[in-house]
């Protein structure tokens, strides 16, 4: 007999979203119910059957990596580490892997896996208000392929020419082809000219995106078989190739040994570093909760998972640097060479390679090399081929996440369209959407998209993600230990705290009126922001744990401050992770226990008691941080100095990340199907589901 979960029959309420409409009813606590848990409940069931999974667990691990592995990792990780010092880089770069970027990874591939659900799905498993998070990570993953796909193109016109005769390919001595082929102009330039030949390729990349997951993760499974270790071939030639270049050993000085720390102390090194780890690893895009719902959840070892995907992520964005800076100090050489004999110091040198940052690296410095070397042919093909894999990657897990929401929707769950019809419908909006990205004004608009979507958006889904998993999952848990009213009062004063001492400490150094000097330096304000900070979160949590009394006076102090403080949602994902590779006579893994946790430490298998406290505090503290100082910078600065009308794009596409969130915040039963309002007409089905959700106290029976 089947077993009920979370006490509901689910032979019984699956049959909710396969039957007739119901007739209305008279009985408030019959009709809402229908919009509780026994919904939920049924959802996943039916989400779960017949839900396709990856063909052997490697599928799993190297799509995974495929979709984190992207042209980031080529030019964007070498240019930060070079810009930032050298070495240095590395060390917030690292600092906010392990401490933000792991535990977020980590998070997201537990509620996938366990949730067997894409992003929005599993969001609302935690809570029905919940969907919008996962909805708007969703969108913003979207969203970059229709400039992804644009920036993919580019690579696949220089992969073409690379075939040419050599004294015909168009890149060779010519660095403003990428210019003539983006046709990159100012903004007070913009013609309105259309670029048909990157029309033609983006085209072409979409096509390919199709075949990639047209089966879903049937045909995923078998083309990133392909698609993932061929680059990391590729770039393992490049890279002794270019060793042998005269110059390549001064590049990987610039590159990763050389010591310069005083930009360290740069509050943009730190930026930079979270926002290379969040799209590094792919994370806050919904990609690694769909690849991981498609995994067995009795057999997957997620911790496993997260460090294979990590390490592999940051080894080959390493390599990259490599491949990249051997090559920018054969030609920093070249050009270096006239200097030197006229006697022209360093410091005053007019070489700039060094100095190259984003697709400059990728079409214009290394195209240059390549022309300069024995059967440039070759190599072209190689590099451009190694980037058109690395991009298409990472592009059709963002479009195979939308496919996946789509068919975990109410209407996919009704009708069960097949996977190719949800491929092509994705595809064919995207490669549409893309156009925007086809004018002489593409570049710019590049820009400023990413900025939003990247800078401004994937911080703020990062912050409510971990909310979610950190402040919301499993709070029943607390309001059962010490009463509903404590555990409002701290977490109401954590969040006051938060927000006055941030608001303080990035407020406070800004210039005020007419004074060219800030109200006091960026080290003072912090400390009155972290005082306040400080003094309002012991003050809640004192009032908090003396009300606790009244719920249960045989508690203690340690146990009331646990059961406030705790970390219940993220020891829920815990437990259900550590306990896949048990075997047989270790007992079941339980957390908070002096030798559970001692295991965790040191198991490779296991997350450890830090994890908890990353998401729920450091992580989430730390990207709220982050979201109010981007906004105040581009407040103060208006980014790249563009046009007010060119942001408003970019601002539009972050406002509409925005509205998800807040409209399924509020109105929640729009992800429902209607059927379950239990009403028969239409205009009243469309009521039902603009209602706000009733309280969880009277939406569910007792």
Not at 409 to 414: A, D, Q, V
């Amino acid at each position: 007999m089947e077993e009920p979960v979370n006490g509901h029959d689910t032979m019984a309420t699956i049959k909710l979203l396969d039957a007739p409409p119901a007739e209305e009813s008279t009985n408030p606590k019959k009709f809402v119910s229908m919009a509780g848990d026994d919904i939920e409940v049924a959802i996943q069931e039916k989400r779960e059957d017949g839900r396709k999974s990856w063909d052997h667990p490697i599928s799993f691990i190297l799509a995974a990596v495929g979709s984190a592995v992207g042209l980031g990792n080529v030019w964007r990780f070498p240019y930060l580490v070079s810009k930032y010092g050298g070495a240095p880089f590395l060390i917030p770069y690292f600092l906010v892997l392990f401490l933000v970027g792991m535990p977020i990874l980590g998070m997201e591939l537990s509620i996938g896996t366990f949730f067997q659900a894409g992003d929005a799905d599993a969001f609302g498993s935690i809570h029905p208000r919940l969907r919008g998070i996962g909805l708007a990570s969703v969108f913003a993953g979207y969203a970059i392929t229709f400039y992804y796909t644009t920036i993919i193109g580019y690579a696949g016109i220089y992969f073409v020419e690379s075939f040419n005769p050599t004294d015909s390919i168009p890149w060779i001595n010519n660095t403003d082809h990428f210019t003539n082929i983006s046709m990159a102009t100012a903004p007070a330039d913009f013609t309105g000219a259309f670029n048909w030949k990157v029309f033609v390729s983006m085209l072409i990349m979409w096509v390919l995106i199709f075949f990639a997951i047209f089966q879903g993760v049937k045909s995923t499974g078998w083309v990133v078989k392909f698609t993932v270790p061929i680059p990391l071939l590729i770039l393992l030639i490049l890279i002794i190739r270019a060793a042998f270049l005269e110059g390549a050993g001064d590049g990987l000085k610039n590159y990763l040994f050389k010591w310069d720390g005083s930009a360290l102390s740069d509050a943009d090194v730190w930026a930079d570093a979270i926002g290379q780890v969040f799209f590094s690893l792919g994370v806050c895009m919904g990609v690694m909760t769909t690849y991981s719902s498609h995994n067995n959840k009795k057999t997957t070892n997620v911790p496993l998972s997260e460090k294979a995907i990590t390490m592999s992520d940051t080894g080959i964005a390493l390599m990259g640097g490599f491949a990249i800076y051997e090559v920018l100090g054969y030609m920093q050489n070249r050009c270096r060479a006239p200097e030197i004999e006229l006697g022209v110091a360093e410091e005053n040198t007019t070489c700039n390679y060094y100095n190259l940052a984003s697709m400059s690296l990728a079409f214009v410095a290394y195209p240059e090399a390549i022309g300069t070397i024995a059967a440039p042919q070759l190599w072209g093909i190689l590099f451009f081929g190694c980037l058109i894999l690395l991009g298409i990657d990472s592009a059709f897990s963002l479009v195979e996440t939308m496919c996946t929401l789509l068919k975990d929707s109410w209407m996919g769950l009704r009708f069960r369209p097949p996977s190719w019809a949800v491929a092509l419908l994705c595809c064919a909006v995207g490669f549409l959407a893309g156009l925007l990205y086809m004018f002489d004004s593409g570049l710019v608009m590049l820009d400023i998209v990413d900025r939003y979507i990247n800078t401004w958006g994937m911080v703020l889904i990062g912050m409510l993600e971990c909310f979610a998993v950190g402040w919301v999952y499993k709070i029943d848990n607390q309001y059962k230990k010490v009463g509903k009213v404590a555990v409002l009062i701290y977490n109401t004063g954590f969040f006051i705290a938060l927000v006055l001492g941030t608001i303080l400490a990035i407020s406070l150094p800004v210039p005020s009126g007419d004074e060219p000097t800030a109200l006091m330096s960026e080290s003072s304000a912090f400390g009155v922001g972290m005082v306040v900070f400080i003094g309002i979160w012991i003050t809640a949590t004192c009032i908090a744990a003396i009300q606790a009394l009244s719920h249960d006076e045989n508690l203690s102090l340690c146990s009331r401050l646990w059961a406030l403080a705790g970390w219940y949602g993220a020891d829920e994902l815990r437990v259900m992770a550590n306990n896949t590779q048990r075997k047989e006579g270790e007992g079941d893994w339980k957390p908070n226990t002096w030798k559970s946790e001692i295991e965790a430490f040191w198991r490779h298998d296991c997350f450890a008691i830090s994890f908890g406290f990353l998401i729920k505090y450091f992580s989430c503290c730390l990207l709220f941080v982050v979201s109010l100082i981007n906004i105040k910078n581009d407040i103060i600065t208006r980014y790249g100095d563009y046009p007010s009308n060119l942001l408003a794009v970019g601002q539009l596409i972050f406002a509409f990340m925005l509205c998800l969130i807040l409209f399924i915040g509020l109105f929640p039963r729009v992800m429902y199907d209607p059927k379950f309002s239990g009403k028969t007409t239409t205009v009243k089905r469309i009521e039902w589901m603009l209602t706000p959700l009733p309280a969880k106290t009277d939406e569910v029976p007792s």
